[in-house]
């Protein structure tokens, strides 16, 4: 959250805004990336060799684990992080780069790399003393889900003994060993029982009250006019998405008959196509009705142009002969 908060800052100050679904891939792209730098730092620290509560592991030696995974992660987050911040920036336009003309593309592009260098400088500041803290937690044998527990010794001295002859499968033993004899505790099953109840029944209550389709205003910023524009229909219209009838097959639109089943003008058929869909858009309080609004023919406009009375674009028609 902090990157991307800090990354909206930066370029509010510029007037540029970041659009309301721009923000949430936001959380998504740097919440993945930031698990990914995670995993890397954890994966190397773990791949030197577990030590879950060595007992006789010095300062020194501790020390020696963590500035080695310091040492061998950090370049591989740095490379990761300026090469994904430069595809952001690239496709963001952002100089000396060529812009790709898409408005919401080029903010969110541009709201993702300065985001991910951002990331960049809080794993460095934050993440590793954490890391560390998490590393001295596990060498001392206390348990990572409640680390006010702490293995007994003679836990420990097995954990010890299988890393060494290779035979420790972590996380697997770590859970055999430190996990499974609190989770076996009767309190601690009551417990993780009355939870899963409380957010499945949560989470079934909270999936009624959820409303279908996406709101067109979080496609654009709120200093917009579009969004300004989609508010006032939604307040003063009150109407729905256009909608379109559309005729499928091999239709003989030059046959005369054809024509008058389809069109509104002055000699179709009355229980036409066009005139059955127009009498529903401007009928009142019809049951089941959802039709509202102006109704647009493809056919009418065509006979009115191709009328030889007509008025409508003769005059570019005799240009164009």
């Not at 730098?37 to 791949?47: C, D, H, K, L």
Request: charged share 15%; glycine share 6%; net charge neutral.
């Amino acid at each position: 959250m902090m990157p991307i908060f800090s990354s909206i800052g930066v370029f509010s100050l510029f007037d540029v805004h970041a659009t309301d679904n721009a923000i949430v891939v936001l959380f998504f792209v740097i919440t993945c990336v930031g698990i990914n730098r995670i995993f890397v730092t954890i994966r190397t620290f773990q791949a030197s060799g577990h030590c879950y509560g060595s007992p006789n592991m010095s300062q020194k030696e501790m020390h020696s684990r963590i500035t080695e995974t310091m040492r061998r992660s950090i370049p591989t987050v740095l490379t990761s992080s300026l090469i994904c911040s430069t595809c952001f920036f690239l496709a963001g336009g952002v100089p000396p780069y060529v812009s790709v003309k898409m408005p919401a593309v080029e903010v969110f592009a541009r709201h993702a790399g300065l985001a991910m260098l951002f990331d960049t400088a809080f794993y460095l500041l934050l993440m590793l003393p954490l890391f560390q803290y998490d590393a001295r937690r596990e060498m001392a044998g206390r348990c990572e889900v409640w680390p006010w527990y702490r293995l007994h010794s003679r836990s420990q001295d097995e954990i010890c003994t299988m890393n060494a002859n290779g035979s420790l499968r972590s996380p697997v033993d770590w859970f055999k060993h430190a996990i499974a004899p609190l989770i076996h505790n009767k309190w601690c099953r009551a417990g993780v029982l009355g939870m899963f109840s409380f957010t499945l029944i949560g989470s079934v209550y909270c999936t009624l009250m959820l409303e279908y389709g996406f709101d067109q205003t979080m496609a654009f910023s709120k200093s917009s006019y579009l969004s300004r524009h989609f508010e006032n229909l939604n307040e003063n219209l009150n109407i729905g998405p256009p909608v379109w009838f559309v005729v499928e097959g091999d239709v003989q639109w030059h046959d005369e008959k054809v024509q008058r089943k389809f069109c509104t003008l002055a000699g179709c058929d009355e229980n036409s196509m066009g005139n059955t869909i127009r009498s529903l858009a401007f009928a009142e309080n019809y049951p089941g009705n959802f039709l509202h609004g102006d109704v647009y023919i493809w056919l009418d406009s065509f006979l009115q142009f191709m009328h030889p009375r007509g008025t409508c674009c003769k005059d570019q028609r005799q240009q164009l002969l």
